[in-house]
């Protein structure tokens, strides 16, 4: 039985070893914490909606329903060349490689003054506090933003920021204190969201206008300070609590191993989530057989300019990973690609209704969705869980 080693036990990862599990490969899964967490539904922690607990499914669980072996360790390098991965703890081998571990964040300037709600898990619960800090005392100013990677922009994440303030905003209407905050959404792009579409980015707007939200955008980030955050201009918006999901670059462990990295530090890959190896062509494959793979946000992504990484796009490739590596055994030339299942796809929550979004080439749209998208997002959430843990069946695709 061939052995296959992933690193990451995010949605690439996990989607990975269920799938190579379903083709009867020897699966072992190393992750440096040991629960699988949801973060597109940990955007209702922050407002008390959800708890911590309830957005992670403990891996020993996820073990248990598929039959992988998993191992808690800190991955410290990739060496392709001696098919080795070298961790804190133990050295491991292996046949087949997924590298599914997320990606870096881009550095700033005064970083310890604000929260991530894309960043440690954790702090979605010091989010929590910041805000019920405010509501104590009543009234406040607060910031909430996400910022762009230029060498790839593909690595950005605006949705949940937008979430997460459209859920103060809710939270803060049903206390009926909502006129004594200032909220500002902030960007240093001139349309952040543009990659939806013209039509949301219209409808954001709107939204925007609606809900007496303040926008900052087209201004570049100097530093982030305790009151607020300077601006390329040196202009100053004062915050009482920033929230901001810096744009993504290469995990510091790509930094230290040698695969094929693009100019941010991303891992390159072809269609097939292969990785293309520029030191020794010959190592690209061995009689058509690619040992090493990149998958989800550890990947440099191809595709249109208004790509963006999701987690559905992430499933998508693992499944993909699976489905090739058991023909590379089989010794059958049928591949899967990921290209052509590029879209963004998601249900905007606002805490009391949601919007639909989707795009793809032929262009986006938002559709507004009172009510019942809020409990849509919310059904997402336990579907996810309970359909990885085996519980209830899988909907084919997701």
Not at 40 to 52: A, D, L, N, R, V
Not at 70 to 84: A, F, H, M, P, Q
Request: charge should be neutral; proline fraction near 4%.
């Amino acid at each position: 039985m061939k052995k296959v080693l992933i690193l990451g036990g995010g949605f690439a990862g996990v989607e990975a070893a269920i799938f190579l599990r379903k083709e009867n490969f020897e699966v072992t899964l190393i992750s440096n914490r040991d629960y699988f967490y949801i973060y597109p539904t940990s955007i209702w922690i922050p407002t008390g909606e959800s708890k911590f607990e309830d957005m992670c499914v403990p891996l020993k669980d996820l073990q248990k329903a598929h039959g992988f072996e998993l191992i808690i360790d800190e991955v410290e390098s990739i060496k392709s060349k001696e098919n080795k991965v070298y961790c804190k703890k133990e050295t491991y081998e292996y046949e087949f490689l997924i590298v599914a571990m997320g990606n870096g964040k881009m550095k700033h300037e005064g970083s310890e003054h604000f929260l991530s709600i894309c960043g440690k898990p954790e702090d979605s619960m010091k989010i929590k506090a910041k805000i019920d800090e405010l509501i104590a005392k009543g009234s406040g100013k607060i910031a909430m933003g996400f910022g762009g990677n230029p060498k790839d922009p593909s690595n950005v994440r605006g949705g949940p920021a937008f979430e997460v303030l459209f859920n103060v905003h809710n939270q803060l209407k049903k206390l009926g204190i909502r006129d004594n905050f200032e909220l500002t959404f902030f960007a240093p792009m001139a349309e952040p969201g543009a990659r939806m579409g013209k039509k949301a980015l219209k409808m954001m707007d709107i939204f925007f206008d609606r809900l007496n939200i303040n926008k900052h955008f087209g201004k570049k980030m100097k530093r982030f300070e305790k009151d607020g955050i300077v601006f390329e201009d040196d202009t100053k918006l004062e915050s009482d609590f920033t929230m901001f999901i810096p744009a993504g670059n290469g995990h510091d462990v790509f930094a230290n191993s040698d695969l094929p990295l693009n100019e941010a530090g991303l891992i390159r890959i072809n269609d097939y989530c292969e990785i293309k190896h520029d030191f020794d062509e010959s190592r690209e494959a061995e009689d058509g057989v690619y040992k090493v793979f990149a998958i989800g946000d550890s990947a440099a992504m191809q595709g249109p300019d208004w790509k963006a990484k999701q987690g559905h796009i992430a499933e998508v490739m693992a499944r993909n990973v699976a489905f090739n590596i058991d023909r590379m055994v089989k010794g059958n030339d049928e591949r899967k690609g990921y290209e052509e299942h590029i879209n963004i796809l998601c249900v905007m929550d606002s805490g009391d209704g949601a919007a639909f979004v989707y795009r793809d080439n032929k262009g986006g749209k938002m559709i507004p969705m009172p009510i019942v998208g809020h409990w849509l997002k919310k059904g997402w959430g336990w579907y996810c869980k309970n359909s990885k843990l085996g519980r209830i069946p899988r909907v084919p695709g997701m």
